[in-house]
């Protein structure tokens, strides 16, 4: 059974750093694009960042330059280190993963928190 679960997020102030980290089990998934999204109160879920299985990475406008996706294949976990976070960052954070084939993200994780104060 695949499951994704995504650790790290928490409050903070404006201005702060935070590292999200989702670990996936139940098969490798080396050869998979990893991503993260995001949902805001109110708000439809938006995409934030994937990196593909060679490590190319893509980013949202609005996170590009603050916000870097990475990712540890021996250790099925995909990163997200947040800097200069901003109080419109404030939004549950999903981690999700596909297979390269598809633009469908097939498996998502529960999501975890950030919130950003100003």
């Known amino acids: 059974q695949v499951q994704l679960v995504e650790s790290g997020g928490g409050l903070v102030q404006a201005g702060d750093s935070l590292r999200l980290s989702c670990v996936a089990s139940?098969?490798?998934?080396?050869?998979?694009?990893m991503g993260w999204f995001r949902q805001a109160p109110g708000k439809e879920r938006e995409w934030v960042a994937h990196?593909?299985?060679?490590?190319?990475?893509y980013y949202a406008n609005s996170v590009k330059d603050r916000f870097a996706i990475s990712r540890d294949n021996a250790k099925n976990t995909v990163y997200l280190q947040m800097n200069s976070l901003k109080p419109e960052d404030t939004a549950v954070y999903y981690c999700?993963?596909?297979?390269?084939?598809?633009?469908?993200?097939?498996?998502w994780g529960q999501g975890t928190q950030v919130t950003v104060s100003s």
């Open positions: 999700a993963v596909r297979d390269v084939s598809t633009s469908t993200y097939n498996y």
């Open positions: 139940g098969r490798t998934f080396s050869s998979y694009v």
């Open positions: 990196i593909s299985s060679g490590g190319s990475t």
